[in-house]
């Protein structure tokens, strides 16, 4: 179960992958307006698969080591200091660059979104078990309330599973289960 110390935490880890999210600044702290957050990804890590948000925008900035972020049909690798904008709508993935060196870099979600929220549900569904061996929530439902609260839209889904992932969600708010899930995790 999830150390209710956590909850006070800035910071999460990935189980598996060991990939930290720090939250600098909340929703709650910047009233909506906006979600800062910085990454850590190991070496040879990679974030989501190619995505995009149709509700809110974001900005990439490299802390340290290099940030390879492909959107729209463009590639670039950002240089410490370098940054890169993402607009709503645009399909963007990342990864870093080495398969040496970590890389930690920064995040401005804008407007704020439920991303923190969705972030400590899912590590904290890996810490209780309730996920496979990549992090994936082994309840379906979960899933879908995950990527709904982000607002991540995966570009290669079949159409079917995109209606399927509506109806678990809808499904998993008449069931009252994306309450819980805050309840119990953030």
Avoid: C, W
Avoid at 92 to 97: I, M
Avoid at 118 to 129: A, P
């Amino acid at each position: 179960m999830l150390d209710i110390k956590q909850k006070d935490n800035r910071s999460i880890t990935h189980t598996f992958t060991g990939e930290k999210i720090t939250f600098l600044e909340t929703s709650k702290e910047t009233n909506g307006a906006f979600e800062y957050i910085e990454v850590f990804l190991p070496p040879g890590g990679e974030g989501p698969g190619l995505h995009y948000h149709m509700n809110f925008k974001e900005s990439f900035e490299v802390i340290d080591g290099e940030l390879k972020i492909l959107y729209g049909k463009e590639e670039k690798v950002l240089q410490i200091g370098e940054t890169l904008h993402v607009a709503k709508g645009e399909h963007h993935t990342f990864l870093n660059a080495s398969n040496e060196k970590a890389v930690t870099f920064r995040v401005k979600i804008t407007p704020a979104n439920q991303f923190e929220e969705s972030m400590r549900i899912l590590y904290g569904l890996m810490e209780d078990g309730k996920t496979d061996n990549k992090g994936l929530p082994k309840d379906k439902i979960h899933g879908a309330l995950i990527l709904d609260m982000q607002d991540t839209r995966l570009v290669k889904m079949p159409f079917l599973i995109k209606i399927l992932l509506n109806h678990l969600v809808k499904k998993g708010k008449k069931k009252g289960i994306d309450k819980e899930l805050l309840r119990r995790y953030t």
